[in-house]
């Protein structure tokens, strides 16, 4: 993949305001026509990252690429990247054929040709009627798809979403993450997605960038995060899962026996293999969905006492009290029928050692 | 008496001091103004009813172009501090830090906490033949002799820009403060020059603010008395000047108080053709701020 599949560069950016350090060293390639994610908590400098690459904030280091030509030289109105504010930043003095018509009337374009456009555009985000509507007069849904079209309509390089979901009430927000994958499909322009949403990355993105503390810690594939998660800090964001600290026990290549804190023997598997040795203070991660739950004692794996049961339909979960007074979470299917696990049973749990994954403790994090 | 007399009781006893001040200090006064604008001298103490007072106004080009040009100095006073309490609104608002922005806006306060009497003073201190800027051109050498500035049009637009200034920041600035700063990126970004954002973008917005600014300041400018008489002199032949001679140097009370509606009339007018030119409206600027 050489640099002219790439719409969008970052060469070592980093960021600091007086002491503190927002962005520090991010080097990303973005190809063509992909929805990229960049997933972190709030404060972890994602939207600094993206006013970096949108051109109000400069960086202190580095460079950034649009279409293998830097851009640092280049003012916020000339970049040919445009951005979906967090609150949409919609003009509410214009009505939505305004609003759209804006970027292009900055570029001098001819009054009919602007018609045109706009009204294609509109039709394209299957909003056609609404062009003489005040923007106070849309719903959210509609509002969002506007502040889109008002981006696209410009044709850029790279659109850049501020968390533009955030806004929205749950229900809006699962329709919309779908809608906007289409959107990306239809316009076939790349989507740069800043979310803290993990699962706005997983169910939208090609790739996904886990940020934490202004640097990435990994990016790839949503399956890759999910599954083989690099650092701790990816497995403990992306996706549920349930947490321990302990010591490595034994060591067999990458398969390790541990203890944690609260006395639990658990086989698992270093995630990173063979950095660790006997006697290093570990995380362990087990998602919920790899633990099955058995009635009764067995010897082996872990036993202990039903808790509470969360029921949310097809992802509903158990939370057992173990003999150690740890509590698990683990999926479990309930029909509702007669031989549903209950509050108050003793289970036992049991995992496949390879789902049982393990990282060194970072010192400052134990 | 049940709980719904009760709250309708406290609503009229918390209503009734404006009640008061809109009826006997407003409404009143209005109504024997105008009643008393409607009377014709026809000899000592003889009165008809009639237009005569408002007849004279007509007939006289002195009384009329007074009321022009005070219309006319008012507008210029109002744009001027339009252009420059903009800038100064947009700064606190929007490029000011949070602490530093209520001491920009204290510093904006300031001045009121001096009598209009003593300000007006202050720039005759400067501005006069002996005055503090005439001392120091001729201290410099750029003039040879002591120069008046006192007693012209500069001097009274200069001192009512002056007084004036606080109440076109104030709006001004709450108005952008609500201004979300996304906005003005989402200009830049969406391929907006400078200029453009600010036509397109930053005025449009504040609107609001701008019409309610330039109503308080113009009816402020135009009923204003001190300042034109203390720094314009003699010569300043602002409107309010020519109803005072009325009502007390010549004591017909008659001819003042249809002055006094017409001055009411005349800036009634120039706000309502400014909301129309603007497309505003009276319930979305000055109600809003």
Redesign the interface.
């Known amino acids: 993949m050489g640099p002219d599949d790439l719409d969008l560069q970052c060469l070592g950016v980093s960021k600091s305001f007086g002491s503190v350090k927002a962005v520090q060293d991010i080097s990303l390639d973005i190809a063509s026509g992909s929805f990229f994610s960049i997933l972190g908590p709030s404060g972890c400098g994602k939207t600094t990252l993206m006013r970096m690459i949108?051109g109000?904030e400069e960086p202190s280091a580095g460079d950034i690429r649009i279409k293998g030509r830097s851009v640092l030289e280049v003012?916020?109105?000339?970049r040919n990247?445009?951005?979906v504010?967090?609150?949409l930043?919609l003009?509410?003095?214009?009505n939505v054929y305004e609003n759209i018509a804006?970027?292009l009337?900055?570029?001098r374009m001819g009054k009919e040709e602007i018609r045109r456009k706009v009204h294609d555009v509109l039709d394209r985000i299957a909003l056609p009627d609404v062009a003489g509507r005040e923007i106070h007069q849309l719903s959210g849904g509609q509002k969002q798809r506007i502040a889109i079209a008002?981006?696209m309509v410009?044709d850029p390089d790279v659109l850049l979403l501020d968390e533009p979901l955030g806004a929205l009430d749950l229900k809006l927000r699962e329709a919309m993450k779908i809608e906007l994958k289409l959107l990306q499909h239809q316009f076939n322009t790349t989507f740069v997605y800043i979310t803290h949403d993990q699962s706005e990355a997983l169910v939208m993105s090609d790739r996904v960038a886990v940020m934490n503390n202004g640097r990435f810690e990994q990016v790839g594939a949503p399956q890759e995060l999910y599954h083989r998660p690099a650092t701790a800090f990816v497995a403990g964001f992306v996706g549920d899962s349930n947490r321990w600290s302990g010591r490595v026990q034994s060591v067999d290549g990458a398969a390790l026996e541990v203890a944690t804190e609260g006395g639990l023997p658990v086989k698992c598997t270093a995630a990173n293999d063979g950095t660790l040795a006997k006697g290093d203070r570990v995380e362990l991660f087990v998602r919920p969905e790899f633990i099955s739950i058995d009635r009764g004692s067995q010897t082996s794996g872990l036993s202990g006492i039903v808790d509470s049961l969360l029921f949310n339909g097809a992802n509903s979960r158990a939370l057992v009290r173990t003999d150690s007074e740890e509590l698990v979470e683990a999926d479990i299917t309930l029909t509702g029928g007669t031989d549903d696990i209950r509050p108050g049973e003793r289970v036992s749990l049991t995992w496949a050692p390879e789902n049982a994954l393990c990282f060194a403790a970072a010192g400052k994090a134990a | 008496m049940n709980r719904r007399d009760a709250r309708r009781l406290a609503l009229i006893l918390l209503f009734m001091p404006f009640a008061l001040w809109i009826a006997l200090l407003i409404l009143l006064p209005h109504i024997g103004m105008g009643v008393l604008s409607l009377r014709e001298k026809v000899g000592p103490r003889q009165y008809e009813f009639g237009f005569g007072n408002y007849i004279d106004f007509a007939q006289e080009p002195i009384y009329w172009n007074t009321l022009l040009r005070t219309g006319s100095m008012s507008l210029l006073v109002t744009a001027l501090a339009l252009i420059i309490g903009f800038p100064i609104a947009y700064y606190i608002a929007k490029i000011a830090g949070r602490r530093s922005r209520g001491a920009l806006f204290l510093l904006c306060l300031v001045p009121l906490w001096v009598s209009d009497l003593i300000r007006a003073y202050g720039w005759i201190l400067l501005l006069r033949e002996t005055g503090i800027i005439s001392g120091a051109l001729q201290y410099v050498g750029l003039v040879s002799q002591p120069v008046e500035m006192l007693y012209n049009d500069a001097a009274v637009i200069v001192g009512l820009v002056y007084t004036v200034m606080l109440f076109m920041i104030v709006p001004l600035t709450s108005t952008l403060d609500g201004m979300d700063d996304a906005m003005i990126e989402a200009g830049y970004n969406l391929g907006g020059n400078g200029f453009t954002v600010l036509r397109r973008i930053i005025i449009p917005y504040a609107m609001p603010g701008i019409v309610s600014g330039c109503i308080i300041v113009f009816m402020l400018t135009a009923g204003s008395y001190l300042t034109p008489v203390l720094l314009g002199g003699k010569n300043s032949s602002w409107f309010t000047e020519t109803i005072y001679e009325q009502f007390i140097t010549r004591y017909n009370w008659e001819a003042g108080a249809a002055f006094g509606f017409l001055l009411l009339a005349f800036t009634s007018l120039v706000v309502w053709l400014g909301l129309r030119l603007s497309g505003q409206s009276l319930t979305s600027t000055v109600a809003r701020s």
């Open positions: 949108a109000f003012p916020p109105n000339r990247v445009k951005m504010f967090q609150h930043a003009f509410p003095m214009m804006y970027g009337r900055c570029q008002r981006c410009l």
